[in-house]
Structures are given as C-alpha cells and as structure tokens.
C-alpha cells in the first residue's frame, strides 16, 4: 500500500500499532521510499515519494483481507495486495532488476515508540530533503526471535525492528551525500539502538562483536584459522584467524 509520503508519520505509527496485533504468520515492512525517474519503474509511481507498507502472509485470502482492513481504512493511494504464487515475492519489494551503486547501513532495534517515529521523520520524512532512496523498518518476531534446538552462529535476532535505510552513490559528491545522511538517520533513532546488528543489512564494514556472541566469535575463529588462515576471504563483519606462535 502507497501514500504520499507527507503521511509518512500516520501512516508508520498506525502500521506500528498493527504488528502488534498480527500473527507470527504475516511479516511486514514499514518504509520511506524516494523513487527515482528511472524508465523501468511505473509511470504511476516514477520520480515521487511515498510511505509504503508491504507485507506477506502465508494464509488464505479472507483472513489476509480480514488482518489488512486497519491499513486499509486509512485509505491508501495505491494497493496492490493480492494472493501471488511464492516465485512472485522477488517483486514484493521493488529491488532494482541489476545491481546499482548504492551505500546503506543498519541497525536493530529494541523497541518502535512513538518517539522513534517523530525521529525517523525528523531526518527522513517529505521535509527532510533526505537523498536515501529507502529508509526501512523490519517487523521481526516470532521465529526470528526463538534460538532453534540446533543452529548456526547466528541463532536468532534479539530485537523488535530492523532499521535499513539506503542511497544511491554514483559519484562522490552522491556518496558524501548519503554517508552524512545515513549517521543522521541512525543518531536520531540511537536511543532504541540495541547495539547489535544483522549481517544482511550492515552494508558497511561491521564490528563482529555486535553480531556475535564471545562464544560464536571464538568458534568461528577457529574455523577461520583452520580453512583459511592466510586471510584471504573476507567479510562485512571480518573474522581474523588466530595466530600462530612459534612452538
């Protein structure tokens, strides 16, 4: 669902106010998104701004439509919600079809207060003059906050909300421009920070220490130091071998 983005703070405080109430079935993402005047993007959409809700639900069509109806009555310009086949999620969110230049970063977040919001709209709503093309909350919950019997490094994400928000950079004037406005946006929203981090949205060099307990580091590195001691792959959150002392 699309509204223009000057109701990006109603919009986000009610979308907030409904994951409270929803399932563990439905996932959704609340986002400030800029769209550039690009060819493939729709004529309906290329070159505005908006505040969009997009969110999947493994259910049936009635109950999906039952759950929407709260987003619905605050009456969206564009809604495209609809049953579509699992190989049509890849659209959901509207990703560019190549890869462009772009820089983001992240970070998640312990609790989405009415307070979060002003301050997300402070740096990144219809009057900030904000050169991110996305900012982005994440609803998360449910089985991504439940440590599995058995897992890997990572066994679940400890917080209420991922914060994801990116700009394209195809010069450097446009990349200066996106990095002061990425420490903005993740100042403003520092006091709801839970000092960890995902390593699907750290797009930016990352301390492995906000990922990963002491344990988990400990065991990765030794896995580092067997495979691969001479450091040759690296990462955005880098794991050093350990080293070698002369017997």
Request: aromatic content about 6%; proline content about 10%; hydrophobic content about 45%.
């Amino acid at each position: 669902m699309f509204w223009p983005l000057d109701r990006g703070q109603e919009i986000l405080e009610a979308w907030s106010r409904w994951t409270a109430t929803v399932p563990e079935e439905i996932t959704s993402i609340g986002r400030l998104l800029r769209l550039p005047s690009l060819p493939h993007i729709p004529d309906r959409l290329r070159g505005r701004s908006f505040v969009v809700i997009e969110a999947a639900f493994t259910g049936t069509a009635m109950s999906g439509t039952e759950m929407l109806a709260a987003l619905r009555a605050h009456r969206p310009e564009i809604d495209t919600f609809a049953m579509v086949p699992v190989s049509a999620l890849d659209q959901l969110h509207m990703d560019p079809p190549r890869p462009v230049p772009g820089i983001g970063d992240g970070a998640l977040l312990s609790e989405l207060p009415p307070e979060a919001i002003d301050a997300l709209i402070s740096t990144a709503g219809s009057s900030s003059r904000s050169p991110l093309f996305s900012v982005e909350l994440r609803h998360l919950g449910g089985a991504m906050n439940r440590p599995p019997h058995r897992h890997g490094a990572l066994a679940a994400l400890d917080a209420a909300f991922a914060l994801f928000a990116v700009g394209m950079a195809h010069n450097p004037d446009m990349e200066n421009a996106v990095n002061r406005h990425l420490a903005s946006v993740l100042g403003a929203l520092s006091p709801w920070d839970s000092g960890r981090r995902a390593l699907n949205f750290a797009a930016r060099p990352t301390d492995p220490h906000t990922v990963h307990s002491a344990e988990t580091l400990e065991r990765l590195r030794a896995v580092k130091t067997a495979y691969d001691p001479d450091n040759m792959f690296h990462a955005g959150a880098p794991i050093p071998p350990a080293r070698h002392t002369a017997p």
